[in-house]
């Protein structure tokens, strides 16, 4: 997710804020008397000690909206990324790599292939490139709370509600701002993020399953497709 960070993640958010986990309590997690970059790295080692979130969003890029929709669970994702209407689906499980997309987006395909491939759940060559996905990750997302990439996170903070519950707000130089949760485990609850790829995420569900498995009955993608 190193491309802007969550921003260059192109995610933002979209729907319900909710402080994810379970376990939390009403009583403060004292992360309100920190400073920001304390804060950013708490919720940064809280998500990675969970192992898992359900991350929803909408970004704007050039102008467009791109909604995502990710679930990720350690090195494995699934999910689906929708620009200009068109929902692209992925699973990247291990070393395997799964796409669900309309065949018109798969670059140098027959039309006989493509349509073949229309919306249909295939599995890559184990020789294909890998997707550039990755950028998505538990892992990436984890080092942009920490350290985003286009932008600083600020010493300042302040707390506040965000759907009647309390989050501390870390502001970020560009203007972008994380906020955490003020109870319970220092989970991350909000991204807001600024410049070319504005707009915020949500994390969800945090150290939840996750059930990431390989779809149903996937098309074998040859390595040469004419």
């Known amino acids: 997710m190193r ?110 292939v493509a349509a073949a491939v229309n919306n249909r759940w295939v599995l890559l060559p184990a020789a294909a490139p890998r997707l550039g996905l990755e950028q998505f990750s538990l892992n990436e997302v984890v080092k942009e709370l920490e350290h985003p990439l286009d932008t600083k996170v600020l010493t300042s903070l302040k707390t506040g509600k965000l759907n009647g519950a309390s989050v501390v707000m870390v502001t970020q130089q560009d203007g972008g701002e994380l906020d955490v949760a003020a109870s319970g485990p220092p989970y991350p609850v909000r991204l807001v993020t600024k410049g070319s790829s504005s707009g915020s995420i949500t994390f969800n569900d945090i150290g939840g399953k996750q059930n990431i498995t390989a779809p149903p009955s996937p098309l074998n993608l040859p390595n040469k497709t004419g």
């Open 3 to 112: 491309g802007r960070g969550v921003a260059a993640l192109a995610v933002t958010a979209l729907g319900v804020v909710a402080v994810a986990g379970c376990g939390a309590s009403s009583s403060s997690n004292g992360e309100s008397k920190k400073n920001g970059p304390q804060v950013a790295a708490d919720a940064a080692a809280a998500l990675r000690k969970a192992g898992s979130v359900h991350v929803k969003g909408m970004l704007t890029q050039q102008g467009k909206p791109v909604l995502l929709d990710l679930r990720l669970r350690g090195a494995d994702e699934a999910g689906s990324v929708t620009s200009n209407g068109a929902p692209a689906q992925f699973v990247l499980l291990g070393s395997k790599q799964y796409l669900k997309l309309p065949g018109s987006l798969y670059p140098g395909v027959s039309a006989r």
